[in-house]
């Protein structure tokens, strides 16, 4: 399972941080102004959001096979699309189609793992999940400059062909989802009897543990204060990600480097983020601890903000993303660990992506917000300082979360104590 999950993540994501390394050749191409490539690059964002929890409904509904399938094929279909874009209009359209097609596909994923791996095991499976941003960074980066060099094979420019492999790849998966996902535990064709009956008893003993949560209706479970508290926190993290991201390839391009260059020393902080978000979440599992390993995490992305907004040499520069990337991705996994200590039932599918989707409004507000202060300041350090900021909000309210919960459990020991 993991593998799968993770090549399909690996697709999606270079799916939308390709957008960034397009940039390098596309905008000169079309005549895109930084301010309406970060306002296209973050509509992505919006559209994701406007249906990520209809879609995380309805995979919940469906099953992950065939939903997942779908995501999948219509997200290559508007890929396919990209590849003959000439307007600012079609820029912006596809860009937003593009959110609307592969709304549910991350909280869905998140969801179906969480009805497979027990607690104990969760951080660790969704880390290995999650770490493939940074490994999609990592080789997707180098990658993406040599397909940019690749200008003019098929009589295509490097950006075209970049939205060409990306639409072959989620053919290819989405055919492939059809063929070998199996939506629960009870239909799997690998473990034995026994592992089947512990996994699914063990996996009902924990639900039942959470005894009243299961009763909350949906649409209550949305105005539940800590699953927004959490998608504030998410916005920020996710705000921090898709600028880095987006972004960066256009950052490390002001150092005067060309496109191999870029793709190459591009992969360097991804690379160290990839071995560090697994770490930080075997760690975070061992110890059974959550809101700290999100705090120290968020606030170190947010000082690698500050200083990749300070850097004058290419060094200093490089060593600001490593501490952004490792920071922002291994704060990752405990996140999506924090939901399943209070949340479950049917209610759950509706609450993660309520978190996912509002969260990743971050990835509409951090690109649009770059683009624009580039645009009217020339400079990306007041933007920079902007993200930063919103990191360490995501911070504070973490923090909150875990005071909220604890208040949550004593009243609760209270309530039944007395009975």
Same mark, same amino acid.
């Given at each position: 399972?993991?593998p799968?999950?993770?090549?399909v993540?690996?697709?999606?994501?270079?799916?939308?941080i390709?957008?960034?390394f397009?940039?390098?050749?596309?905008?000169?191409?079309?005549g895109?102004?930084?301010a309406?490539?970060?306002l296209?690059?973050g509509?992505?964002?919006?559209?994701?959001?406007?249906?990520?929890?209809?879609?995380?409904i #309805?995979?919940? $509904?469906?099953?992950?096979?065939i939903w997942?399938t =779908?995501? !999948? &094929?219509s997200? +290559?279909?508007?890929?396919? %699309?990209? #590849?003959n874009? $000439?307007?600012?209009?079609?820029?912006?359209?596809l =860009?937003? !189609? &593009?959110?609307? +097609?592969?709304?549910?596909? %991350?909280?869905?994923?998140?969801?179906?793992?969480?009805t497979?791996?027990?607690?104990?095991?969760?951080?660790?499976?969704?880390?290995?999940?999650?770490?493939?941003?940074?490994?999609?960074a990592?080789f997707g980066?180098?990658?993406?400059g040599?397909?940019?060099?690749?200008?003019?094979?098929l009589?295509?420019?490097g950006?075209?062909?970049?939205?060409?492999?990306?639409n072959?790849?989620?053919?290819?998966?989405?055919?492939?989802?059809?063929?070998?996902?199996?939506?629960?535990?009870?239909?799997?064709?690998w473990?034995t009897?026994?592992?089947?009956?512990?996994l699914?008893?063990?996996?009902?003993a924990?639900?039942?543990?959470?005894?009243?949560?299961?009763?909350?209706?949906i649409?209550?479970?949305?105005?539940?204060?800590?699953?927004?508290?959490?998608?504030?926190?998410?916005?920020?993290?996710?705000a921090?990600?898709?600028?880095?991201?987006?972004?960066s390839?256009q950052?490390?391009?002001?150092?005067?480097?060309t496109?191999?260059?870029?793709?190459?020393i591009?992969?360097?902080?991804s690379?160290?983020?990839?071995?560090?978000?697994?770490?930080?979440?075997?760690?975070?599992?061992?110890?059974?601890?959550?809101?700290w390993?999100?705090?120290?995490a968020?606030?170190?992305?947010?000082?690698g903000f500050?200083?990749?907004?300070?850097?004058?040499?290419?060094p200093?520069?490089?060593?600001?993303?490593?501490?952004?990337?490792?920071?922002?991705?291994?704060?990752?996994p405990?996140?999506w660990s924090?939901p399943?200590?209070?949340l479950?039932?049917?209610?759950?599918?509706?609450?993660?992506a309520?978190?996912?989707?509002?969260?990743?409004l971050?990835?509409?507000?951090?690109?649009?917000?770059?683009?624009?202060?580039?645009?009217?300041?020339g400079?990306?350090?007041?933007?920079?300082?902007?993200?930063?900021?919103?990191?360490?909000?995501?911070?504070?309210?973490?923090?909150?979360?875990?005071?909220?919960?604890?208040?949550?459990?004593?009243?609760?020991?209270l309530?039944?104590?007395?009975?």
């Amino acid at each position: 399972m993991i593998p799968y999950v993770m090549v399909v993540y690996f697709v999606g994501f270079f799916d939308r941080i390709n957008i960034g390394f397009a940039a390098l050749t596309m905008n000169q191409d079309l005549g895109f102004s930084d301010a309406v490539f970060g306002l296209g690059a973050g509509l992505f964002f919006l559209g994701y959001f406007l249906t990520d929890v209809p879609s995380n409904i #309805i995979l919940q $509904k469906v099953g992950p096979r065939i939903w997942l399938t =779908r995501i !999948l &094929l219509s997200w +290559a279909v508007i890929t396919a %699309f990209m #590849i003959n874009v $000439k307007t600012v209009e079609g820029f912006y359209i596809l =860009r937003f !189609l &593009l959110g609307v +097609a592969e709304a549910g596909s %991350f909280s869905g994923i998140i969801l179906y793992l969480s009805t497979w791996f027990p607690m104990k095991r969760r951080a660790q499976m969704i880390a290995l999940f999650m770490a493939t941003a940074p490994i999609s960074a990592m080789f997707g980066s180098p990658l993406a400059g040599a397909i940019l060099s690749a200008h003019g094979a098929l009589g295509l420019a490097g950006w075209q062909l970049m939205f060409l492999i990306c639409n072959v790849a989620a053919t290819v998966m989405g055919v492939f989802t059809w063929f070998y996902v199996n939506d629960k535990p009870e239909k799997n064709r690998w473990l034995t009897a026994e592992e089947t009956q512990w996994l699914v008893a063990t996996l009902a003993a924990e639900k039942q543990n959470k005894g009243e949560v299961v009763k909350v209706s949906i649409w209550k479970g949305l105005t539940d204060i800590r699953v927004l508290t959490l998608a504030v926190v998410y916005f920020g993290t996710s705000a921090g990600l898709y600028s880095l991201n987006i972004w960066s390839p256009q950052f490390i391009k002001s150092f005067g480097l060309t496109t191999m260059q870029i793709g190459l020393i591009n992969a360097v902080p991804s690379a160290m983020a990839a071995i560090a978000t697994v770490m930080w979440a075997r760690h975070s599992d061992k110890t059974k601890e959550r809101t700290w390993h999100v705090v120290s995490a968020c606030l170190l992305a947010s000082t690698g903000f500050v200083l990749v907004g300070w850097a004058q040499s290419l060094p200093l520069a490089i060593a600001a993303l490593v501490m952004d990337n490792m920071g922002i991705s291994s704060c990752k996994p405990p996140i999506w660990s924090i939901p399943s200590l209070f949340l479950s039932g049917p209610a759950a599918a509706a609450r993660l992506a309520a978190i996912n989707s509002i969260g990743n409004l971050g990835g509409f507000a951090g690109p649009a917000l770059i683009g624009w202060l580039k645009s009217n300041t020339g400079s990306f350090s007041i933007a920079l300082y902007c993200v930063a900021g919103m990191l360490v909000v995501s911070a504070i309210l973490t923090l909150s979360i875990e005071v909220r919960c604890r208040r949550d459990a004593a009243k609760f020991e209270l309530t039944h104590s007395t009975k």
